[in-house]
């Protein structure tokens, strides 16, 4: 190969990037209007739904006919400011009419987190890993209203933890799964890395006050592990090799999720989660949860009643409604919004994320939630109802 072909294929290569920019200017702007719900933005970045974002902008869905959706203030929620102050702009100030106005101009709604802002987290003399009061949280009456409203009108409902679990109350979380076909156990779980409290500053104070209140002031545990809490405080622990043949939980996913979703059959998943059950008479369930427990993690879960796989991705998607759950903080990844403005840049995945950090949350967007998100718009974008188009 002569020097002037190399030439040009090293100018190809270093070109790339532009090529890819200017093929995603070139793509169709389409509208679909989403009403986005996030109640734990504690930075303008909007981590809890800045992946929802990137799909949105990635493939040119606009919010009107021609802007694209902005990260920090194309949601209802919690609108962080400086010096520790703060606005609330969620759909609580809505009357009935407001509602019924949003729920005819949206074609979808996401809740991607109720669960709010604490005192901890907001401000700044208090500790991160203590448990405080509530700022704001907790799904309201008038997103319940919204959300039943979008059902009759037959839109798109996408929801994930943590919209029903605390601090939304059992009255609205009873709504919810009366409507949406699907029941929450009460318990929600993690995954550490490192369950030593001397090596893991991220390790909530309060869970081990929690499990040390009921198990004589004892906390013996060292290595990874997943821990479980539920609403009354009560905390299981689960630690590798005591419990666990492997710590990190796994979404497994079907055959039929696998081929539609292009979503891969196995894929560790390191943050937040909750055990629920579905009603598979109204909801399919295409991927679970599985913790690989041995007998003695498998007698520990048993004795509370939790199950060793539930349900991770389940819906419904017929004529009268078409409705999404994700059981874990799908929508909060650490993601670059730029990168979403280059053509197929989902093909270039493998730079980036870190492939040796089983921490590194980067991963699961590119690998599960971009394809599973982007095909459910897809498939709304070309069936959804008229009226909204």
């Given at each position: 190969m002569n020097r002037n072909i190399k030439r040009v294929l090293a100018g190809a290569v270093l070109l790339t990037p532009l090529w890819m920019y200017m093929a995603?200017?070139?793509?169709?702007?389409?509208?679909?209007?989403?009403?986005?719900?996030?109640?734990?933005?504690?930075?303008?970045?909007g981590q809890e739904h800045a992946s929802f974002s990137w799909v949105l902008n990635h493939e040119k869905y606009t919010k009107n006919k021609t802007s694209l959706y902005d990260v920090s203030s194309d949601y209802f929620g919690f609108f962080p400011g400086k010096d520790e102050q703060?606005?609330?702009?969620?759909?609580?100030?809505?009357?009935?009419?407001?509602?019924?106005?949003l729920s005819n101009d949206a074609d979808l709604v996401y809740v991607t987190d109720a669960y709010g802002i604490y005192r901890n987290e907001w401000y700044k003399e208090n500790?991160?890993?203590?448990?405080?009061?509530?700022?704001?949280?907790?799904?309201?009456?008038?997103?319940?209203?919204?959300?039943?409203?979008?059902?009759a009108k037959h839109k798109l409902i996408l929801t994930?933890?943590?919209?029903?679990?605390?601090?939304?109350?059992?009255?609205?979380?009873?709504?919810?799964?009366?409507?949406?076909?699907?029941?929450?156990?009460?318990?929600?779980?993690?995954?550490?890395?490192?369950?030593?409290?001397?090596?893991?500053?991220e390790l909530p104070r309060w869970i081990i006050r929690d499990y040390q209140r009921d198990h004589n002031n004892q906390w013996n545990f060292k290595k990874a592990g997943i821990v479980f809490v539920n609403t009354t405080d009560e905390v299981v622990i689960l630690e590798t090799k005591n419990h666990l043949n492997d710590a990190l939980p796994k979404i497994i996913t079907n055959a039929a999720g696998?081929?539609?979703?292009?979503?891969?059959?196995?894929?560790?998943?390191?943050?937040?989660?909750?055990?629920?059950?579905?009603?598979?008479?109204?909801?399919?369930?295409?991927?679970?949860?599985?913790?690989?427990?041995?007998?003695?993690?498998?007698k520990s879960l048993t004795e509370k009643g939790i199950p060793c796989s539930f349900p991770a991705v389940q819906y419904h998607r017929q004529n009268d409604y078409t409705f999404f759950y994700f059981s874990a903080d799908f929508s909060d990844n650490p993601v670059n919004l730029?990168?979403?403005?280059?053509?197929?840049?989902?093909?270039?995945?493998?730079?980036?994320?870190?492939?040796?950090?089983e921490l590194n949350r980067a991963a699961f967007f590119w690998k599960y939630y971009r394809p599973l998100v982007t095909t459910i718009l897809k498939d709304y974008y070309h069936t959804k109802p008229k009226a909204s188009q």
């Open positions: 995603w200017l070139c793509t169709p702007k389409k509208q679909l209007v989403a009403a986005i719900i996030d109640k734990t933005v504690l930075t303008s970045k703060y606005k609330l702009k969620g759909l609580e100030r809505f009357s009935t009419n407001d509602l019924e106005k500790r991160k890993t203590e448990r405080s009061g509530i700022v704001y949280g907790g799904m309201s009456t008038e997103d319940m209203h919204y959300l039943e409203m979008m059902k994930e933890f943590n919209c029903i679990g605390s601090p939304t109350n059992d009255h609205i979380r009873a709504r919810f799964e009366e409507n949406f076909g699907l029941r929450w156990t009460g318990w929600t779980g993690r995954y550490f890395n490192s369950l030593d409290t001397l090596e893991n500053p696998t081929a539609h979703f292009n979503l891969p059959q196995t894929m560790p998943y390191p943050f937040w989660f909750d055990v629920t059950m579905a009603d598979t008479a109204v909801n399919t369930v295409i991927a679970n949860f599985s913790i690989d427990v041995n007998e003695a993690g498998k730029f990168s979403s403005r280059f053509s197929a840049v989902e093909s270039m995945k493998f730079l980036f994320y870190n492939h040796f950090d």
